[in-house]
């Protein structure tokens, strides 16, 4: 039944992990691998999403409506468009490999983890497919608790502080976000003698820009910009990921963090198109910092998770250049950029879990000359690490070329110093890998590391052949966003230029 | 020839729910008169029958408005969706206190009869239709849950919380009737519909607004609202766990239903500015019970604290008014005593070192020893801090919807804001669950067929509510509706 198709992507995770707890008498082994199953099947589910997807349609796609709340207009309302697509399709790439990832490095609790993980998956599934703001909220809100449980229970050693600052930082902004819900709903319905929470609806509604519409954006953009995380808003980032499991790093960075970016695309520019432009310059200008202050602080890190986890904040500054640049290059590639950041910091996680199983330590200073021990692992290191700093051919070129196009229509002063991120980027991910993988084994411990198990490179494969993939032919996945965005540029002229 | 004294006809209908509870109560002191060989079971189960009857009774009135002793009760969809209310949070709570009372060895039929003579006046309180109805089951409610609060005789800080209850509710109890002389003095009647007519046009008369002053000091001492709050951590604590959870729920029902009747019959009509008063009461209640909540280490302490937090959020909707607003409080009600009573009944299970865990800390590591409690407990205060799909989120989004809609958003902010720093006192017992190991005594978890059947129907409830929860929401709405128009 093709009508339902986007529902069972969402669902059957979450129905998975949901079983998996409620079924006694599990075994762990029988758990990770019915976990592992459940997840592919979702990301087999999903592939029709990508293949049965109209390019040349603006609008959304895979649509399901239901009632749900007739007296308050809260409808299931689920489809996805171009903005979406990619991201519902990277989260269900990701989570098999999370789980994949963590098939011995978690030996405690392994049911609850898997279930956790899937229940995850649900989540962040529905807040990409959510056509209703109520919807949407719910699922928004409901992803925080797996998360924490996920880093509070099977994270590090400072794991509690972690967790608990992450649900209260993200649900700080995320309540304010209810109340300007809540006000956008009630000034539509008086406007227009109908009460609906359903998005399309509502981006329809022309609202006189002022006070009202600042202070709503503002609500909604403290949630997603602390998400992102946008300069100053990241410093529970750190701590989050480097607390954090290796899986759970791997879905914090690869798929919540563009929760944040997803929101401001698809909630901030259509419904305040008039605070998004006069608020611009400023997360214009916070994306910079970020850029360049999340590399800086990246280049003094001794621990390599942490390198990573502060290179997020540099690239997520990318992603929202890109999108407050306004113009269809810097929006698409803000977009793929978001997919990017996904798969090559993703990956690093991945790779900084894989050291750390093997040797405890995520120490730049504890390796060196790992090339002659494990160059399989050292191989694929390199072409993530390229990756990530946006060599030409790989994916990352391709999303920060874009954004940077786009920036430089914009303010040429800004680009030039955003510009200036990808050569820092350069500088503290070569210079990690140089001290790490280069040079002389410095510890006699380091010289009986294994290489990497058939089970890391089933891991692993896959991701690199997207990174060559998006780099050598960014057309497969820059085409399914190009119609929407340009639809979106479209709706936030129209309806600015309407108050003009 | 004089004239011949006129009766009243006597309508029992309106009465019938209030009827069978007091039947039960009577049957169980009867029985316990009766030979040795009495199960103690038997007992709860007569208490039990009662309720079900009582709740059955009342959803097969629904629809109806029931009117007798000459409108000194009314049985409206109003008092029968408290009446539900109530009869779920009894019943619950009876289930909960079966093994309950058995283990700390004060099992005694005095324990069921008083409880369902406290749900007796809990019932007339929400169908009370005249100011001394609403005096006598406040005093029948009060009296019963005073004597319950030092139920377990042995216990020092239970005898503690009896006479402070005691103390503080007497006070408030004659500030409650000396409003309600003052506003007969003003009026000349008792009656609530009376009241609006004999008032309208001279709202101003300086004894109607002392006596509604002075009534609401009463309301707000039962409903536990800063600044009348004081009493509520210290008894909550002392208190049975069971008892604990009846005043959590049941009371709180019963005086809300009689504020909400009392603030929108009586004041029909009339310029609001007392939703100034109650704006600052809500602002102080919510922020004052979350702050205090922080620093708890004794579980039941922290959830009186979150209770007083609780009806902060209520008042909202009081301020907010229109069936919109005091729908959504009825809704809260429903939702918050269902996850009440199953946080409390959780607690009623666990024991440490043969003694009630009542301490946050004895919660260490509770999910390696007994995972399925500490999910479900986990879950009622994840309900609490109000994280979709649970029951509390929607509950709240109505309040903060009805605020935002009749224009307070910055008591909607307060709100919100006072639902994250509520996260971090409820994620503080699961951390304590979850994310630590165990250490010292065991905790141990005393399975029982009542309790677990308690806690599914509110764990189900819970999920229900947040789920689908627009039919009971609608019907809340339905049911205050008639009376603000």
Not at chain 2, 72 to 80: E, G, Q, T
Not at chain 2, 170 to 191: E, M, Q
Not at chain 2, 245 to 269: D, E, H, M, N, P
């Amino acid at each position: 039944m093709p009508g339902a198709l986007l529902s069972a992507v969402t669902f059957l995770p979450g129905a998975g992990g949901l079983a998996l707890l409620l079924i006694p008498g599990r075994r762990r082994g029988v758990a990770r691998v019915a976990a592992l199953a459940v997840s592919l099947v979702t990301f087999a589910l999903s592939l029709p999403l990508y293949f049965g997807f109209d390019r040349d349609n603006p609008g959304y796609q895979f649509e399901e409506y239901r009632m749900w709340m007739p007296t308050l207009g809260v409808s299931y309302h689920i489809g996805i468009d171009g903005i979406s697509l990619l991201l519902v399709l990277l989260t269900t790439f990701l989570t098999p490999l999370a789980l994949a990832s963590a098939w011995d490095g978690i030996e405690d609790r392994v049911e609850g983890f898997v279930a956790t993980m899937l229940i995850l998956e649900t989540g962040m599934l529905g807040v990409f497919v959510s056509l209703d703001l109520f919807l949407f909220y719910m699922f928004w809100e409901a992803m925080l608790i797996p998360m924490y449980f996920i880093i509070g229970v099977w994270g590090g050693p400072d794991r509690i502080y972690a967790a608990v600052k992450f649900v209260l930082y993200t649900m700080v902004g995320s309540v304010l976000m209810l109340v300007a819900i809540l006000a956008l709903y009630y000034q539509y319905g008086a406007a227009s003698g109908r009460y609906t929470f359903d998005l399309p609806t509502l981006t329809q509604f022309v609202m006189a820009p002022g006070l009202a519409q600042n202070l709503m954006f503002l609500a909604f953009a403290l949630a997603f910009a602390i998400k992102v995380p946008l300069f100053p808003f990241h410093t529970w980032l750190p701590d989050a990921h480097v607390e954090a499991p290796t899986a759970g790093s791997v879905i914090l960075a690869g798929v919540l963090l563009k929760m944040g970016t997803y929101g401001f695309l698809r909630f901030c520019l259509p419904l305040f198109p008039d605070a998004s432009l006069s608020f611009g310059p400023v997360v214009f200008a916070l994306a910079v910092i970020g850029i360049v202050y999340g590399a800086w602080v990246s280049t003094v890190q001794p621990d390599m998770k942490k390198l990573v986890a502060y290179s997020s904040v540099s690239h997520l500054g990318f992603v929202m250049l890109g999108i407050f640049t306004l113009n269809q290059q810097g929006l698409v590639g803000g977009l793929i950029q978001m997919v990017n950041h996904g798969l090559s910091t993703g990956a690093l996680f991945l790779m900084v879990g894989m050291i750390y199983e093997r040797r405890h330590s995520r120490l730049v200073a504890d390796f060196g000359g790992l090339w002659r021990v494990v160059p399989g692992f050292s191989a694929l290191f390199l072409v993530v690490v390229l990756s990530s700093l946006g060599l030409p051919g790989l994916n990352g070129f391709v999303g920060e070329f874009l954004v940077l196009v786009g920036a430089f229509q914009r303010s040429i002063w800004l680009a030039a110093v955003a510009t200036s991120g990808i050569i820092f980027a350069a500088v503290y991910l070569l210079w990690m890998y140089q001290r790490v993988i280069f040079g002389e084994i410095t510890h006699e411990a380091n010289r009986a590391l294994p290489d990497l198990t058939p089970r890391e490179w089933a891991v692993l494969v896959p991701v690199v052949v997207l990174i060559v993939w998006i780099g050598v032919y960014p057309g497969a996945f820059t085409g399914t966003t190009e119609t929407a965005v340009e639809a979106l540029i479209a709706q936030v002229q129209s309806k600015t230029s309407a108050n003009r | 020839m004089m004239d011949a004294i006129v009766f009243p006809p006597v309508v029992l209908g309106p009465l019938l729910p209030t009827l069978i509870v007091l039947a039960a109560a009577a049957l169980v002191l009867l029985l316990d008169l009766g030979p040795r060989r009495i199960g103690r079971e038997l007992l709860a189960a007569v208490a039990l029958g009662g309720m079900v009857a009582a709740l059955l009774v009342t959803l097969s009135r629904w629809g109806t408005t029931g009117r007798a002793f000459r409108d000194m009760i009314v049985l409206d969809n109003f008092a029968l969706f408290f009446n539900v209310v109530i009869c779920y949070a009894t019943a619950l709570i009876l289930l909960l206190s079966m093994d309950y009372l058995r283990r700390s060895g004060n099992d005694s039929a005095e324990y069921w009869a008083l409880v369902l003579f406290a749900t007796a006046g809990m019932m007339l309180l929400a169908a009370a239709g005249d100011l001394v109805v609403v005096f006598l089951g406040l005093e029948l409610m009060s009296l019963s849950l005073y004597v319950l609060a030092g139920f377990f005789k042995r216990e020092l800080a239970s005898g503690e919380a009896a006479l402070k209850y005691f103390l503080l509710g007497a006070f408030a109890s004659s500030f409650l009737l000396y409003g309600i002389a003052l506003i007969y003095g003003a009026a000349g009647t008792t009656s609530l519909d009376r009241i609006a007519l004999a008032m309208a046009g001279r709202t101003n008369d300086p004894l109607f607004v002392i006596g509604l002053g002075l009534l609401l000091v009463g309301f707000g001492f039962k409903i536990s609202s800063v600044p009348f709050h004081m009493w509520a951590p210290d008894v909550y604590q002392a208190a049975p766990t069971s008892v604990t959870a009846l005043i959590a729920t049941g009371s709180k029902a019963a005086a809300f239903a009689a504020l909400i009747r009392v603030l929108a019959v009586q004041l029909r009509g009339v310029p609001a500015d007392w939703t100034a008063l109650v704006w600052v009461g809500a602002a102080a209640t919510m922020t004052v019970g979350n702050v205090v909540a922080i620093a708890q280490s004794n579980l039941k302490r922290m959830l009186a604290y979150s209770s007083i937090a609780h009806v902060g959020y209520m008042l909202i909707g009081l301020v907010a008014g229109g069936p919109d607003g005091v729908g959504a409080i009825l809704f809260y009600l429903l939702t918050y005593t269902f996850t009440t009573a199953g946080a409390f009944g959780v607690i009623t299970l666990c024991e440490r070192a043969r003694a009630e865990a009542v301490d946050v800390a004895d919660y260490t590591g509770l999910a390696r020893r007994h995972p399925t409690l500490a999910a479900v407990l986990a879950l009622f205060l994840l309900s609490l801090i109000g994280i979709p799909p649970l029951a509390g989120f929607v509950g709240k989004f109505y309040l903060f919807g009805a605020a935002v809609r009749a224009g307070y958003f910055w008591l909607a902010v307060i709100g919100v804001l006072n639902s994250a720093v509520a996260a971090y006192y409820y994620l503080r017992v699961v951390v304590l669950m979850y994310m630590r190991e165990p250490e010292g005594a065991a905790t141990s978890c005393v399975p029982s067929f009542a309790s677990g059947l308690a806690l599914t129907i509110a764990l189900l409830a819970i999920v229900l509510l947040g789920v689908i929860p627009a039919p009971f929401a609608d019907l809340a709405q339905a049911a205050v509706a008639p009376l603000l128009r």
